[in-house]
């Protein structure tokens, strides 16, 4: 024993854990207690105390005896005494303990007398005996050593005997040996506590104020009693008095503002005494590389790292950090300053590694001092490599939670790209501590350090130091292994898909592509990037990311319901929360009991966007105001507010809610997504009449040919007043009244046109309705194309009548320039049918309206028919529509907005021949031909194919998807077949347009019967030319013969003759047209070429048998055969008998003027 | 790796499809809708192969839409881990280059090359290069899939050439 406590030695590593033990020893006297735990935590706290240590040994001893006592505790009550009053004089050798020595006579006296006293007779001799004896060996052997010593040993020896004890002294927390004498008893002043009304805050105020009360009745009669006040930060609302009696207390805090009075004043006990007063000493222990955070000043919060604790002892270390120099320019700190911003409340400078060119820039050269090592002196601050490296006291820094992140980490290590250069023991080290709260049974964890190192597997059962793993691999598999908890770090595999839990990046995903010690370099799921993160801070993510589709009753997107009114689309969700966004752009988080599911409209919900389009769930849509967001419609709520759902958004995980009226489609609508689309029977126009089921899209009128209109106000204030039509705007005209000059805005509606000569008025768009009647016996042109039934006299043909069969064509810019002659002109599309379609612009082929064409036709009511005979008429009227807008050129005029006009053939421009629409065979005209793909393009068969033979078939190949046939297309063409279709003129393979191009898939083919133009059969004198036929008839045939002769065209204002008769009399073949222009070459001379205005060809009669020609129909009986080509079998009396076709139910005869030979086939 | 899956695809039809092409119908809508596609669950669907069964048609209540329920057979395609295979590299940066595998996207990060193989910014087109590899767009390589993230309707996976016999496919 005493050979332990002589030499000082080092702490005995097990002492810690039977101090531990200690306090489960009931039978100390409780005064000491206190004591003991201090020296306790002493010990740990500061080894190298000398004193403490010896104290140690003797609490080994102790120890050790109390081991021995309890095991015979039960048998030997009066040992056990006995036993301990030994050991409290043991303990006690070095120390004055003639205070206790009262306190435990005290208690012994209580208890037995007799046992005591003679314990106390029994022992001291004994041990006063040893320790003499000890002492006077000792003393021998010294001085035998002293003689055989050299001097220098002796020295040597004092040396080092003194060193230690200096630095024991120097070093000590000497307070251990003093407190315990200080310990308080129940002798000592009692420490009472009273509360403080406030909280907090308050404490030091008071305890001045009583502090006050007392001095300044200390001299008086009655002082007060009380020793010492005191409060304690960490006791906040309480302040302690020490004073003998409580009376005293209530003296001192009587009167005094703040004191919680009524609650009273209570004892503290002795043994909460000591450590009410105890300052906890924290563990500084400093290691060089350690990660520090600094707390004061401009750099509070700052990440430092210790460089050198060789001064620890003076509480002063030694780190390195990044300085925050101030490097604004000094005319601008000026500014500042004299803005009022003192330099103490700018804003702390950013952090970066110092720079000596900057510095020197800034602060000019002599502030900054070169040393000879290459660092920098400004300041009074060194900087190495950029960082500053300064002493600082151990009580600016904090070396607890650093948890330093990484970047902050890879800035000190100066290149944010490599981890190589981390020293990864010292972030291990920094986070070490985390590494238990970051741990979930079932993570993988691997094992680093100990023995047990390299062992991996899963955590199965967690608690504050120890984990336990269930080993995965090698001899220990499947066995659970229990490992310190600092020892093991999070284990993740190259291609694993994990979440970041904490630090910059939280909550990103990503899959591990590299693993280096405790940093995974991850490659983000969210963006093309590189995440650095410690594998503390990830775990394993599911497969999917949290903004993908997860199980429950409430998934993500899912549209719910807040209220009744308000519908909020499902963001997130996030364990038993769900994020939501509301219809009105506000996100909050519900628990699902708070929302009721809608039920799932998506497959159905259907919106209107800004552009009058249908959208739905799936479409990609954009705002157009705003922020001009692009998301996927994920869910419509009342047609009204759309949610929509964008990956690269981040705000709400992507989901916004916009109004439905804001958004635009970004992409044109596929097909399959439109209903009407999806609605084979909608892709078809159905030809005649069919109960379509899509109205009509608005035309887009071009009412600009309106101006200069000559109308009549029919409503309102202006009624019957005469004016001209001077602008349109929308459904308004701007009227320039005759009256008085003035200009009114009027709507269209209250207009019609009036007819200067006759002063009849029209509808003002409605041009069509003289037309109606129109039978074959009206001019050339003005030829209702689908006036099929041969008719004669001013009756309407069947069928059609007035109604017009293609009312629905309206739609369509005009691709079957239907009329004859003039009708390809007009921008109506569907020329004569138009007239019916109220819709259809033009009014204006022909004479049309604005003709006052008083008469042909026979017209209905309203048109100022020509009335059969057209006796009446003078019909001046067809005129050449000279008023009709565009009407410019001739037949196929390239004015005229005809699709399918500039073709070749003399059906060309008329043969609608609509793309990919499976024609029949030609020559059975009228006779329907199915479209014979099961899945073919819309035929909409049915089409009287021009051609008589049959060479246009299209014949576009079926596409395999488009739209379905239509079987049921009425034939544009109601008429027999007979007549149905007499095509007009190409009798060789006039190229159909259209013709061969593959059918755009499910491309509506808007017609399909093809409205073989009527060339008009205007036998009617006047009308017609002096040939009886059309002036224009050249302009729809192609590839005849022609001869040149004057001009037939009536009160034309060209010359009479074509370049003055030269070639009047020749025969030309033509093959193109441009405009009126025929390009004739001449049959006699193929170098002689002239483009020859229409107005000037004649057709070139047969002249022999055997002969190919092509009806032209001049006249008007055979009008509805027109284009029908045959082969001249005789001549009988200017009519010509025509070889018998197939189609023909008898042997044609035609007039010869009806006839025209043809070019070439 | 491929795989031959039955699988099922509800198809809902417009009313106006019902008549004599409807089957036609159904099986175009069928390859349309899946053709192409890909499921976290099988794959991506290469191809159907057979429709084994096209279903009744339900008319459904306020759209007289139809479902039909369509079992089909088709190829599927479904990356696993620690799969070789070979892709076509359609994009390099510095943080490594990505190759499709057909549909599949897959990401070597530069990690996961070979530790001589260095990012050269410079070249044109970007590449990768070591002393006998050289990998830019349009070089064929052999990759061994190490992790899959599997989305609900897509999938990505990262690869590495860091092993023995992976890398750079060389055409001789």
Redesign the interface.
């Known amino acids: 024993m005493s050979n332990i406590e002589a030499s000082s030695s080092p702490v005995d590593p097990k002492s810690e854990d039977e101090m531990d033990e200690r306090p489960t020893t009931k039978k100390r006297p409780r005064i000491v207690d206190p004591d003991e735990e201090d020296n306790a935590d002493d010990a740990v706290e500061a080894k190298d105390d000398e004193k403490a240590e010896e104290d140690e040994g003797d609490e080994d001893e102790d120890d050790d005896d109390d081991e021995d006592d309890e095991e015979d505790e039960d048998e030997e009550n009066d040992g056990e005494r006995r036993r301990k009053r030994r050991r409290k004089q043991k303990r006690y050798r070095f120390l004055d303990v003639e205070a206790e020595v009262d306190d435990e006579d005290e208690e012994e006296d209580e208890d037995n007398d007799y046992g005591d006293v003679a314990e106390f007779i029994d022992e001291a001799p004994e041990e006063g005996a040893a320790q003499s004896d000890y002492q006077h060996r000792r003393l021998d052997r010294s001085f035998g050593r002293n003689e055989e010593e050299d001097v220098q040993d002796i020295v040597q020896r004092l040396k080092e005997r003194h060193a230690r004890t200096a630095a024991a002294r120097y070093n000590g927390d000497s307070d251990a040996v003093p407190q315990r004498l200080l310990m308080p008893g129940v002798n000592d002043p009692s420490l009472w506590r009273v509360y403080t009304k406030t909280q907090s805050g308050r404490e030091a105020a008071i305890c001045a104020s009583i502090f006050r009360k007392v001095f300044s009745q200390q001299y008086s009669a009655n002082p007060i009693e009380v020793i010492s006040v005191f409060f304690r930060d960490s006791l906040s609302g309480m302040i302690f008095l020490e004073a003998r009696t409580s009376a005293a207390v209530s003296a001192a805090i009587n009167g005094i503002v703040g004191i919680f009075a009524s609650r009273g004043v209570s004892l503290v006990p002795i043994e909460e005494m000591a450590p009410l007063l105890k300052i906890k000493k924290k563990d500084v222990n400093l290691i060089p590389g350690m990660w520090i955070r600094m707390k004061r000043g401009k750099y509070n919060g700052d990440l430092a790292q210790v460089v050198d604790t060789d001064q620890i002892t003076s509480g002063v270390v030694g780190i390195k950090f990044i300085p925050r120099i101030d490097l604004t320019p000094r005319e601008k700190r000026k500014e500042k300053a004299a803005n009022g911003k003192g330099l103490a409340s700018a804003t702390k400078p950013p952090s970066r590694l110092f720079s000596y060119d900057d510095v020197r820039k800034i602060y000019g050269r002599q502030s900054v001092r070169t040393s000879a090592q290459g660092s920098f002196f400004f300041d009074n601050d060194e900087y190495i490599d950029g960082f500053c490296v300064k002493d600082v006291k151990i009580a600016i820094i904090e070396s607890e939670n650093v948890n330093p992140t990484l970047e902050e980490i890879s800035r000190f290590s100066g290149d944010d790209q490599s981890t190589a250069k981390f020293d990864l023991s010292a972030i291990a080290d920094a986070n070490k501590n985390l590494t238990v709260s970051v741990l979930f049974p079932g993570d993988q964890v691997e094992v680093y350090e100990g023995e047990q190192t390299g062992l991996y597997g899963s955590v199965e059962t967690v608690s504050s130091d120890v984990i336990a793993i269930k080993a995965v691999g090698g001899d220990v598999h499947g066995q659970t292994i229990e490992v310190p908890s600092r020892s093991v770090r999070k284990r993740f595999?190259?291609?694993?898909?994990v979440k970041v839990l904490a630090g910059k990046n939280a909550d990103a995903t990503g899959?591990?592509?590299?693993i280096k010690g405790d940093v995974v370099?991850l490659?983000s799921?969210q963006g093309?990037?590189?995440i650095k993160v410690f594998s503390k801070d990830i775990r394993k993510a599911a497969?999917?990311?949290n903004t993908?589709?997860q199980g429950g009753l409430y998934d993500l997107h899912d549209l719910v319901m807040l209220d009744s009114t308000t519908a909020a689309v499902v963001t997130k969700v996030e364990g038993a929360l769900l994020r939501v966004l509301d219809q009105n752009g506000a996100a909050r988080s519900v628990t699902p009991d708070q929302v009721t599911i809608r039920r799932d409209n998506k497959?159905?919900a259907v919106a209107t966007d800004s552009q009058g389009n249908d959208m739905k769930v799936g479409d990609n849509m954009k705002e157009t105001e705003g922020e001009s967001r692009q998301g996927e419609v994920i869910n419509i709520f009342r047609s009204l507010f759309v949610f929509l759902h964008n990956r690269d958004l981040t705000d709400n995980n992507g989901v916004f809610v916009a109004r439905a009226q804001s958004l635009i489609s970004v992409t044109p609508k596929s097909a399959?997504s439109d209903?009407g689309k999806?609605?084979?029977?909608?892709n078809q126009q159905l030809p005649y009449g069919g109960a379509s089921l899509m109205p009509p899209p608005p035309t887009n009128i071009n009412r600009n040919r309106l101006i200069n209109t000559l109308v009549v106000v029919v409503k309102g204030t202006s009624k019957g007043l005469l004016g001209t039509i001077r602008d349109i705007q929308g459904d308004n005209a701007r009227v320039e009244l005759k009256t008085n000059n003035k200009t009114l805005t009027i709507a269209l509606t209250s207009l019609k046109r009036k007819d200067q000569k006759t002063g009849a008025t029209f509808p003002l768009e409605a041009g069509g309705q003289s037309t109606f009647g129109r039978g074959p016996a009206a001019g050339g042109y003005d030829v209702n194309p689908y006036s099929g039934a041969p008719t004669t006299g001013g009756q309407t043909p069947g069928g059609f009548g007035g109604r017009t069969p293609g009312a629905r064509f309206g739609q369509t810019p005009n691709p079957y320039a239907a009329g004859a002659m003039g009708g390809g002109k007009t921008p109506n599309p569907y020329a004569a049918a138009a007239g019916a379609g109220g819709r259809t612009p033009a009014p204006g082929w022909g004479a049309g309206g604005k003709t006052p064409a008083p008469g042909w036709g026979g017209a209905g009511g309203k048109t100022p028919g020509w009335g059969g005979g057209g006796g009446k008429t003078p019909a001046p009227g067809f005129a050449d529509g000279g008023r009709t807008p565009g009407w410019g050129a001739s037949g196929m005029g390239g004015k005229t907005p005809n699709p399918y006009g500039a073709p070749a053939g003399p059906s060309g421009g008329r043969t609608p021949a609509p793309q990919g629409s499976m024609y029949g065979a030609g020559a059975n005209a009228g006779g329907p031909s199915y479209g014979n793909g099961?899945?073919t393009a819309p035929t909409p068969y049915g089409g009287p194919t021009p051609g008589i033979q049959s060479a246009p078939t299209p014949a576009a190949p079926s596409n395999l998807?488009s739209a379905?046939t239509p079987y049921g297309a009425p034939t544009p063409f109601a008429g027999p077949p007979t007549y149905a279709a007499p095509t007009p003129g190409g009798p060789l393979s006039a190229p159909t347009p259209g013709m061969g191009g593959p059918t755009p898939y499910g491309a509506p083919t808007p017609f399909g019967g093809a409205p073989t133009p009527y060339g008009g059969g205007a036998t009617n004198g006047g009308v017609a030319g002096p040939e009886g036929i059309a002036w224009d008839w050249a302009l729809d045939f192609r590839n005849v013969i022609v001869e040149v002769g004057s001009s037939q065209k009536p009160n034309t204002r060209s010359p009479l003759h074509f370049q003055r008769g030269l070639h009047d009399g020749k025969r030309f073949g033509y093959d193109t047209i441009n405009g009126e222009l025929c390009h004739c070459i001449s049959l006699d001379d193929p170098n002689t070429i002239e483009d020859i205005p229409a107005e000037y060809l004649k057709p070139s009669k047969p002249d022999q048998p055997g002969q190919m020609v092509v009806c032209v129909g001049a006249s008007g009986s055979q009008e509805q055969q027109r284009g029908l080509q045959r082969i001249t079998q005789y001549e009988n009396g200017g009519s010509w008998m025509m070889e018998m076709d197939p189609e023909d139910s008898s042997a044609l005869v035609w007039e010869a003027i009806d006839l025209c030979r043809i070019w070439k086939v | 790796m491929f795989f031959l899956r039955e699988l099922t695809h509800t198809i809902?039809l417009?009313?106006?499809?019902f008549?004599a092409?409807l089957e036609?119908y159904l099986r175009?809508k069928l390859y349309?809708d899946v053709e192409g596609t890909c499921s976290?669950k099988h794959g991506y669907i290469i191809s159907v192969i057979t429709i084994s069964d096209i279903g009744e048609g339900k008319i459904q209540p306020?759209?007289g839409?139809a479902k039909f329920k369509t079992t089909y057979t088709a190829i599927v395609m479904k990356p696993f881990?620690g799969e070789v295979v070979d892709g076509k590299v359609v994009n390099v940066?510095k943080?490594?280059f990505f190759a499709m595998v057909g549909p599949l996207q897959v990401?070597v990060?530069c990690?996961?090359t070979h530790g001589d193989m260095q990012y050269d910014p410079n070249a044109s087109p970007p590449c990768y290069r070591s002393n006998d590899e050289v990998i830019q767009k349009d070089t064929k390589v052999r990759m061994q899939?190490?992790?899959?993230?599997?989305?609900?309707n897509d999938i990505?996976a990262?690869g590495?050439i860091k092993k023995d016999f992976l890398g750079q496919i060389r055409e001789d």
């Open positions: 595999d190259v291609g694993e898909h899959m591990v592509v590299e370099t490659m799921d093309e990037q590189e497969d999917t990311t993908t589709k497959r159905f399959v209903l999806m609605n084979p029977a909608l099961p899945l998807y379905p | 809902l417009h009313p106006s499809y008549g092409q036609d175009q349309e976290g306020s759209t839409q881990k940066n943080m490594g990401f990060s990690h996961l899939i190490v992790g899959c993230r599997v989305e609900a990505f990262i590495t």
